[in-house]
């Protein structure tokens, strides 16, 4: 089978788990206690008034109803209106959407640039200083809350130094005009500069927060593949032709121990796109997180499935990018 | 590869170099104040606001037919000069200002009044049911009002189903503010995002979950603004807007954490603001249930809580003991109609003479999350627990997050349950739509409800004092509830900042604000 096939395979695949995943999410949120019109309501709402707003959220039809209405539009990424902003559904979540991606995406940059080379130096000088350091570095990496790195780095760079911003997404006298969503993209097709720098000072901060964790994996995950891949004959043969060590370790080894690299990179960046929830509270960044609790609070039904649906979504073709890297990775696998 | 990986970095590093050598457009003057909060709006428009994100904003983009002049709620004139009252008390008749003028150029006028009411109290308006959701205007009129006349163009009627003393108090409240009609018809369902009114500020610009942007209304008709740009900072965790504050990127900061209170008082350049909130926190008692339908059993309770530690504990000086139902800011608080000693002593006497000397078992339930009115509920319930411990009782407390846990409370299915209140500061509010009807106690004893309906009727003020007196003192002697605390409201600003108001809504008030 060629790849393209396998892909459009993938894809028809997609479909029934989409729909699984919407009709337990649907499921899920109207079997949990908790009346959003009643909510709103309280305590001043008759029963007939909380009545007619059941009936005008449509909340009153038979759930098959309400699901296949929310199918038919979901269908056309129409998720309706939120219920406590009466906003589309889907405008609410794409400038979101957008901060979300451009925090995660700069969170797993750090993580692969400065991960990767860690865990091959790691594995090089294996059982040396530098190698404990490496472990420590990780395990301290999975072990520090990220609210309390986030807390330290605004104390630190932004409320103490004052190098960079406390919080948010761009200072609000710089002059951005919205296009695409993400400010950095954004910044450079305006061609303000100015609004580009703001944005990055924006995004240091909590970018290397959010990126600890993923970043202590890759170097983990990176060393340890490594140290089996090194231990291997074609290690030796490829020595013993004398290749130098640089090139050995770079071109031969690397590449096939980033299989195991990429399956963690791929099941962070499916994590890290549905929002982080804590750091985004805690440098007020404007994503997915925030709004997902928001609603969750509220019973916001149109905007939990919504943000739920897309999340799925992203993962699915999160999964099957990864899958692919893999046969780019490893010309032995094929599908 | 390598060359295009290279070009890639110098390209970047260049930029970056490039953007630190560029100078934003400052600000001239820099006469902005911004205000960093912990939520952001959801919806401005006064009609359909609900959460204190939204009023913070609708009371500086729209105006009443009158306004509050101070805490007490007294009213003075705004969109309206003058009014006058019929002798049956059921007809309202107000002279509108003239020469006032929408954000967008049109006129104020009678039309205007009666298309804000009637878009959302008429079923047959043409507006009506334009934006969804439910309206706090309703809640607080709909059954009231019957109709909304135009007399002539600055001369508007408000007939009344039956005599209602809230309701000019009411006028100057948010959900009452009046609307462009032009920008409702122009932007129809989109007026949520083009909000047009009289107010001191004009809507600039919204881009939710970071910012809201109203700028200065240069034709107001009162007092104008001294500063430029209001700005709404959404910033979350309240740690980081303390950090933004001290730094200077923002001017003011709300909803604090009394923890901070001292940092920000031993800071010269920052002030902290406290005013007692119009909210109480409470644990209601579900009075339909055994043995709690004793009323015995429900002042054990209230003898066995021990409220100061509460408010001491989870306060932190931040708020004030409970006395009863109404926070002690309110119209015709009776600082006599309660508290029960602490007393556990007194607790189990009361327990054995309703026949439960050996205790029983109890569920408290609870939930997670700062509301307005506590801080800490989980930590305020393991309290409680405590302390009916001491009287024999067997506690287990239960908790939910906030959506569950009211729902629980709603259908009744809890025996004691920790929640609160706040709400405009007028007493009604609080002895008949909180204690009467919407409490989630059953408790709804006839002549209570007689009292509180007469008070409602009542436009004598010393009559309705001594209504509502009495109705206090009743409340306190059903106990259906342990009243605990009233949270204070808390912001804080740069000591550079003047004017700027909290009310005990806990709703920001920036229209007369300036910046030295």
Redesign the interface.
């Known amino acids: 089978m060629n790849i393209l096939n396998y892909i459009l395979i993938r894809f028809l695949w997609a479909i029934p788990t989409l729909l699984g995943v919407s009709i337990l999410v649907f499921l899920m949120i109207h079997l949990?206690?908790?009346?959003p019109?009643?909510?709103?309501?309280?305590?001043?709402?008759t029963p007939e008034?909380v009545e007619a707003?059941r009936e005008?959220?449509g909340l009153n039809d038979p759930m098959a109803v309400q699901y296949f209405n929310w199918l038919k539009d979901a269908l056309f990424f129409d998720f309706g209106?939120s219920?406590?902003?009466?906003?589309s559904v889907i405008s609410?979540i794409s400038?979101?959407f957008a901060?979300t991606v451009e925090l995660a995406l700069s969170a797993l940059s750090i993580a692969v640039v400065v991960g990767i080379p860690l865990g091959v130096i790691a594995a090089r000088k294996k059982n040396s200083l530098i190698d404990y350091l490496c472990i420590t570095f990780s395990l301290g990496g999975v072990s520090i809350p990220v609210f309390w790195l986030g807390?330290m780095l605004?104390?630190v760079f932004?409320?103490t130094l004052?190098w960079l911003?406390?919080?948010?997404?761009?200072?609000?006298?710089?002059?951005m005009q919205?296009v695409t969503g993400f400010y950095l993209l954004d910044a450079?097709l305006i061609g303000n500069?100015?609004?580009?720098?703001?944005a990055?000072k924006h995004l240091i901060l909590p970018a290397v927060a959010l990126s600890t964790i993923p970043l202590a994996m890759v170097v983990r995950i990176t060393r340890s593949s490594m140290l089996e891949v090194l231990s291997q004959d074609y290690m030796k043969t490829a020595r013993a032709k004398g290749i130098p060590g640089r090139l050995i370790i770079y071109k031969h080894a690397l590449r096939n121990a980033l299989i195991p690299v990429v399956t963690v990179l791929g099941i962070q960046i499916g994590s890290l796109m549905g929002g982080s929830i804590l750091t985004?509270?805690?440098?007020?960044w404007?994503?997915l997180g925030?709004?997902i609790i928001?609603s969750?609070?509220?019973?916001d039904y149109p905007v939990i499935q919504g943000v739920v649906f897309l999340a799925t979504l992203i993962m699915i073709v999160v999964n099957l990018i990864v899958d692919v890297l893999y046969a780019y990775l490893d010309p032995r696998i094929r599908y | 590869m390598f060359k295009c990986k290279r070009f890639f970095m110098v390209m970047l590093s260049t930029l970056l170099i490039l953007s630190g050598c560029v100078k934003g457009k400052e600000l001239e003057g820099g006469n902005d104040l911004t205000i960093a909060r912990s939520t952001d709006a959801e919806m401005i428009d006064p009609g359909h606001a609900m959460a204190e994100g939204d009023i913070d904003v609708v009371f500086h983009l729209f105006d009443g037919l009158v306004q509050f002049k101070n805490r007490d709620l007294e009213v003075e004139p705004a969109l309206a000069t003058d009014w006058d009252v019929s002798e049956d008390g059921k007809t309202w008749t107000f002279q509108l200002r003239k020469g006032v003028k929408f954000h967008d150029g049109t006129d104020f006028n009678a039309d205007a009044v009666v298309h804000s009411f009637k878009r959302i109290l008429d079923k047959d308006h043409k507006f009506y049911g334009l934006i969804k959701g439910n309206s706090y205007l309703d809640y607080l009129l709909g059954d009231i009002i019957e109709d909304v006349v135009k007399m002539n163009d600055y001369e508007v009627k408000f007939e009344l189903k039956r005599k209602f003393a809230p309701f000019l108090t009411y006028m100057g409240y948010y959900s009452q503010f009046v609307v462009s009609p032009a920008a409702l018809e122009k932007y129809g369902e989109d007026f949520i995002n083009h909000p047009v009114g009289t107010g001191p500020f004009k809507f600039k610009r919204w881009k939710k979950g970071e910012y809201l942007e109203l700028t200065a209304n240069e034709d107001y008709w009162g007092e104008k603004p001294k500063i430029d740009s209001l700005v709404f900072k959404v910033v979350p965790e309240s740690s980081t807007r303390l950090m933004e504050l001290q730094n200077g990127s923002v001017d003011a900061i709300k909803n604090i954490d009394p923890k901070q209170l001292e940092t920000i008082e031993k800071n010269d350049e920052l002030k902290a603001l406290s005013v007692p909130g119009a909210n109480t926190f409470f644990m209601s008692i579900n009075t339909e249930k055994e043995p709690f339908d004793d009323v015995k059993v429900r002042q054990a309770l209230n003898h066995a809580v021990n409220t100061k530690r509460i408010v001491e504990n989870i306060y932190e000086g931040d708020g004030t003991r409970a006395i009863n139902f109404m926070p002690p800011t309110v119209f015709s608080f009776d600082k006599n109609a309660g508290p029960y000693r602490y007393d556990p002593d007194q607790a189990k006497a009361l327990l054995q003479e309703a026949g439960y000397e050996d205790g029983f078992k109890v569920k408290l339930n609870t939930f997670e999350g700062a509301r307005t009115y506590v801080s800490q509920p989980v930590q305020a319930a393991e309290l409680i627990a405590s302390d009916l411990k001491k009287i024999g009782l067997d506690v287990e407390i239960e908790t939910n997050e906030w959506a569950k846990h009211a729902d629980i409370m709603d259908n009744g299915k809890h025996e004691l349950s920790l929640t609160g209140w706040f709400d405009v500061p007028y007493p009604s509010n609080f002895l008949k739509t909180l204690a009467l009807e919407g409490s989630r106690t059953k408790y709804h004893p006839e002549d209570l409800q007689e009292k509180a309906k007469k008070a409602l009727a009542t436009y004598d003020e010393e009559k309705q004092l001594k209504l509502y007196q009495e109705l206090q003192q009743g409340l306190h002697e059903g106990a259906p509830i342990v009243p605990i605390a009233h949270s204070n409201y808390s912001a804080a600003v740069r000591s550079d900042v003047k004017g700027f108001v909290l009310d005990n809504l806990g709703v920001v008030r920036a229209h007369k604000a300036s910046k030295k």
């Open positions: 949990i206690p908790g009346d019109a009643q909510l709103m309501l309280y305590p001043r709402g008034q707003l005008q959220l209106k219920v406590s902003t009466g906003s609410e400038s979101r901060a807390l605004i104390f932004a409320a004052g911003p406390v919080s948010g997404r761009i200072s609000m006298d710089s002059g919205i450079l500069l100015y609004a580009f720098g703001d990055v985004e509270t805690v440098f007020s404007p994503g925030s709004l928001d969750i609070n509220d019973r």
